[in-house]
């Protein structure tokens, strides 16, 4: 399994910009499916985005479209997720993640997510003005 850490949460106005990381240790990302996902109203968590680190392809959810972008850096075992324009309803706990079954498309879609794989401990994102 992975060890995933997040960084890089933290206190930002509407239209601000945070940029997430999310290091693995003991194993390479390279051949995951790995992405982030964000704690919802009632507990629930929800797929924000997601890249195939084998081959570099990305997902996004559609409110996000445009605003974020994540990528990967094999060479540092990490992903990162870029949000510009923040809007009061991004503010949320940022969860990295990957597949266990190596599919972004499972990742993005799936709602039960406590199946999704392996987890970090998150990190805080505020949105406030």
């Known amino acids: 399994q992975v060890q995933l850490v997040e960084s890089g949460g933290g206190l930002v106005q509407p239209g601000g910009s945070l940029r997430l990381s999310c290091e693995a240790s003991e194993f390479t990302l390279d051949d995951y499916a790995v992405g982030w996902f964000r704690q919802v109203q009632g507990g629930e968590r929800e797929a924000v985005s997601c890249?195939?680190?084998?081959?570099?392809?990305?997902y996004y959810k559609d409110s996000v479209k445009g605003r974020f972008t994540i990528s990967g850096d094999n060479a540092k075992n990490s992903i990162y997720l870029q949000m510009n324009n923040l809007k009061l309803e991004d503010a949320s706990k940022y969860y990295c993640a990957t597949d266990q079954e190596n599919n972004c498309l499972e990742f993005m879609r799936t709602t039960r997510w406590w199946e999704i794989g392996s987890w970090g401990q998150g990190t805080q994102v505020t949105v406030s003005s």
């Open positions: 890249i195939n680190m084998n081959n570099g392809r990305t």
